[in-house]
Each structure stands twice: as C-alpha cells, then as structure tokens.
C-alpha cells in the first residue's frame, strides 16, 4: 500500500492475513524442525509411558488408547515411529486382533529400529500367526526370532536371553501342539480327546487308577471287589474304560 492509501491499518493487516494463510499452514505443516520433532517426541514418549502402566495394571483398552495417541505423534525419526508401533502390536496381540497387530508390526519393520530388540517383533509376529492358526508362518517368524536373539545375546543381559530363549522356543512347541489338536479335531471319534486322563496308572490293570486294587471278595474266591489303597478326593476319576 502506497502512503494516504484509504484502506485502514487493521484491514491492511487483515487483508494480508487472508492472503497469506494459505502459505503459513502449508508452512507449519510441513515444518520439520528440530524443536517440533522435539515437542512430537516427548508426547510421544509420554504417551508410551501411560500406556506401559496401563499394560502392567492390565488396563488394555486404555493402553490401547495410549499407543494410538503415540503412534500419531511419534515422529519417523531415529526408532521412535517402530518402538511405538511395536508396543501397540503387543497390546492388539493380547486383544486377540491378530491381523492388526501383524498391520503394525509390519509398519514397525519399514521403520529404524533396534538390532538388540529386532527379535521382539519377530516374536509377536510368530504369536500373532499363532493365534490364527498359519502355524508354518508361525514357525518361520519364531525361529527367526530366536536367530536374531542369538545374534543379539552379546548386547543383552544373560539372564534375560536365557528366559526369552525358554519363552521362544516354548511358543515354537505349541505349533506342534496346536496342530495335534486340529489332527484331533478331525478325528471321526471327536468325544475321544474329552475324555478324562487318569493321573497315575495301576500296574495291573492299566484302565484303573493306583488308588483302587481289585481283591477276592470276604468269604469267596469266586468274586472280587473293588478296594481303595487310600484316600480318594471328590470328583477323582479312578477308572476309565
């Protein structure tokens, strides 16, 4: 604007404001700098935080809550974005939403992440697979996740390494459980895995519990009856046939 413009001060500024917005939004959004990424990652981290405690006070749906929130500010530096994508797919998996949780751990992979704790997301891969019963990608992600916690043993506790290694290679047995189970459930006998297991067998007579022996009954030797050799709780199955 010239001098003795007759357009006032504040619509001067007003105008400006109008013409320029646009500009200033596309500005702020795209703003990468240090001190916002700054910001972003501390409510990010804060966030994670809340959504540990829920964790560990078995809150789930808040928790759940908690990593959403992190997810969205995390910012895609460093590990930030795939440590915050990790810990929701850890709540999802124990939600039972196996396809969202393998959605971010997938997301997690794409970003950096820690060579030490890359097992992690191999390990609810694996589970999540397990829990939608495709036990042979179950079984790759797990023994991968048990290579790359073998690779890793240097940087970690050992203490730490020997339980995660009993928890990896426990989760690795249940795919064959799982999968004797299904054979079962094929099975033309389906009542046959219902039925009730004898806790300790007599040498005897193997479809009747050690607690019970079979004697010739008072006054004859023609039949025999059922004895108990100790004490028998209520509800204790002592033969099956």
């Known amino acids: 604007w010239q001098d003795g413009s007759p357009v006032s001060a504040p619509a001067r500024i007003s105008q400006a404001y109008r013409m320029g917005r646009p500009l200033i939004l596309h500005l702020v959004k795209s703003d990468k700098s240090p001190m916002k990424n700054m910001k972003k990652l501390s409510i990010a981290r804060s966030m994670m935080d809340a959504g540990k405690k829920n964790m560990e006070c078995k809150n789930t749906y808040d928790a759940l809550n908690m990593y959403n929130k992190a997810v969205v500010f995390a910012p895609n530096t460093d590990d930030n974005l795939g440590k915050a994508c990790a810990e929701r797919a850890a709540c999802l998996l124990l939600l039972g939403d196996y396809n969202r ?14 060579f030490e704790r890359r097992f992690e997301l191999e390990e609810t891969k694996g589970l999540a697979y397990l829990g939608l019963r495709q036990l042979d990608l179950a079984k790759e992600a797990l023994n991968k996740a048990i290579n790359l916690l073998d690779d890793a043993a240097g940087f970690l506790p050992r203490k730490f390494v020997e339980r995660k290694m009993k928890e990896l290679n426990d989760s690795l047995k249940s795919c064959i459980y799982i999968r004797t189970e299904d054979k079962l459930d094929s099975c033309k006998f389906k009542a046959m895995k219902n039925l009730p297991e004898l806790r300790n067998r ?33 509800g204790e199955v002592l033969g099956i046939e």
């Open 101 to 114: 949780a393998l959605m971010d751990i997938e997301q997690a992979e794409q970003c950096e992440f820690q």
């Open 202 to 234: 007599n040498k005897k007579f193997p479809a009747l519990s050690d607690k019970v022996e079979i004697l010739p009954s008072a006054g004859s030797q023609q039949q025999r009856a059922l004895f108990t050799t100790g004490e028998v709780s209520a």
